[in-house]
């Protein structure tokens, strides 16, 4: 019924851009070529080299696309150098202090902040579509105990499509609301059943009563005996790491999510590409890499001051993880919020973790060493967050998962926009090929 109230179409609110009056000038073997400069709402610009293949026969060539926008879009804006992340045009910092995971998400996912009503309505949506379908159980059965908790999130997301055939058949723009609510009420039942599964306790259901992130921690610790107690200062931490990881622009994942889009793939296929492309140690993978890391500077008895010196020797192999970003040249915005709430979280618990006292020595220590002040590398989302996850309790292996349970939203805002794009084109950048040139077929006695 609520479903019905609330049925959208993917319609977005325009944000046209702006071309400009002055071009950029090319010149290759004595010819010009004239191309258009367009500029964002917030006066970033861009070279349209659209049709410069066309015109002069040449591609563009940018390896790991670090000057390559991939896409037009009115969902998040950074400002990397300045460390500005807003949603919607909402700053980061204000959401973390007064919004929550699911009124953000409706932010992200329809562009503006809702009433009363229409969170209710949210809200009362995700609660509906919280329950997985009783034969997923079968599935998860079939994953060994030492499955990692992202190789069945992705599975189960994609499996979950299989249960909904007439929902997920193609782009079904009317049904939009209730694939949406369903992706991320269930993403977190999947998550928490995974747990369960992988430390071979019984599954707990979701309970109606519970909000959002109060019922995934019911989900993961509650027994079927007893409820898991629901501290505030904990749901609270928990809610806000999810607000902070809700979107992130063209990165790794949600560029994979369009990609898969693109195809006109269904929402639930996109998101479990999504999750493949969060699982690496260079992207989501890296909360979990962190606190690995700090694990093992602690067992070796360093101070961090070994380790410092070994992710500067680049025959090393090591990386100082929760460091760097391609689009922060300054404090993650994310890191610094993540780290007070770090600290207000231990103190309220009343833990003393020496992983804490060793991240704030190794952040120290790089924010002086000139290594990592000319390459502007900084603390990033990752560094604090696997912190505040072991204060909560979680498992190492679900802090990848807990990143994805939160970039939900900005995935399902990335797809949204994606298919609403009347534009819109299959994604399929070129290459310059460096392989064999025309090399004809031996036969295989003929073979040297
Ligand atoms: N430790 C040591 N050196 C680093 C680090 C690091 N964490 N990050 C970058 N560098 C160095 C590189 O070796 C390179 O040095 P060089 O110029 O002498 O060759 C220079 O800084 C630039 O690094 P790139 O790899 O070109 O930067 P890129 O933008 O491609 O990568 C990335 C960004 C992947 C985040 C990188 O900084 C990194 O590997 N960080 C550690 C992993 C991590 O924390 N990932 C999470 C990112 S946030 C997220 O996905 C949510």
């Known amino acids: 019924m609520i479903c019905q109230q609330i049925i959208r179409r993917f319609e977005e609110i325009e944000y046209p851009i702006k071309h400009m009056s002055k071009t950029a000038k090319l010149e290759i073997d004595g010819k010009s070529y004239s191309l258009p400069i367009i500029e964002g709402t917030e006066g970033e610009c861009a070279v349209d080299i659209a049709n410069l293949r066309n015109e002069s026969g040449y591609i563009t060539l940018d390896d790991g696309y670090g000057n390559t926008g991939s896409c037009q879009s009115g969902i998040t804006f950074i400002d990397g150098e300045k460390g500005i992340l807003r949603y919607r045009g909402v700053p980061i910092e204000e959401l973390a202090e007064t919004s929550t995971f699911i009124e953000t998400a409706y932010l992200i996912i329809y562009g503006k902040l809702p009433t009363h009503a229409e969170l209710r309505q949210f809200s009362g949506l995700l609660t509906e579509n919280e329950n997985l379908h009783e034969d997923m159980k079968y599935h998860f059965a079939g994953f060994p105990a030492t499955a990692h908790p992202m190789a069945i999130l992705s599975s189960m997301i994609n499996a979950s499509s299989c249960f909904y055939p007439g929902l997920m058949a193609g782009r079904n723009p009317a049904r939009f609301d209730i694939q949406a609510a369903r992706l991320i009420s269930q993403v977190r039942t999947i998550a928490a059943f995974a747990h369960r599964k992988s430390r071979g306790l019984p599954i707990i259901y979701p309970k109606p009563t519970y909000k959002y992130t109060a019922n995934f921690l019911h989900m993961m610790f509650s027994d079927v005996y007893q409820d898991y107690e629901l501290k505030p200062e904990v749901v609270k931490a928990l809610d806000l790491i999810f607000l902070l990881h809700a979107d992130h622009e063209q990165n790794c994942s949600t560029a994979t999510v369009r990609m898969v889009a693109s195809s006109q793939a269904n929402l639930f296929a996109c998101a479990a590409a999504g999750v493949c492309a969060l699982w690496g140690p260079l992207h989501g993978g890296a909360n979990q890499a962190v606190i690995e890391m700090l694990q093992q500077i602690h067992d070796a008895g360093d101070n961090?001051?070994?380790?410092?010196?070994?992710?500067?020797?680049?025959?090393?192999?090591?990386?100082?993880?929760?460091?760097?970003?391609?689009?922060?040249?300054?404090?993650?915005?994310?890191?610094?919020i993540i780290k007070r709430a770090c600290d207000q979280l231990l103190n309220s618990l009343h833990i003393n973790d020496p992983l804490l006292d060793i991240a704030k020595h190794l952040e120290e220590a790089a924010l002086r060493d000139p290594y990592f002040l000319e390459r502007k590398l900084y603390p990033n989302v990752d560094f604090y967050s696997g912190i505040i996850?072991?204060?909560?309790?979680?498992?190492?292996e679900m802090f990848t998962?807990?990143?994805?349970?939160?970039?939900?939203?900005?995935?399902?805002?990335?797809?949204?926009?994606?298919?609403?794009?009347?534009?819109?084109?299959i994604s399929r950048p070129?290459?310059?090929?460096t392989g064999q040139t025309l090399n004809h077929y031996v036969p295989i006695d003929q073979r040297g």
């Open 389 to 396: 996850m072991r204060a909560i309790g979680l498992p190492l």
């Open 430 to 433: 070129r290459q310059i090929y």
């Open 304 to 336: 961090g001051s070994r380790f410092i010196a070994a992710a500067k020797d680049k025959n090393s192999g090591r990386r100082l993880m929760g460091f760097g970003h391609r689009v922060y040249k300054n404090y993650d915005p994310r890191a610094k």
């Open 401 to 425: 998962v807990i990143f994805a349970i939160g970039r939900m939203p900005g995935w399902i805002a990335n797809y949204k926009e994606t298919m609403a794009d009347p534009k819109g084109r």
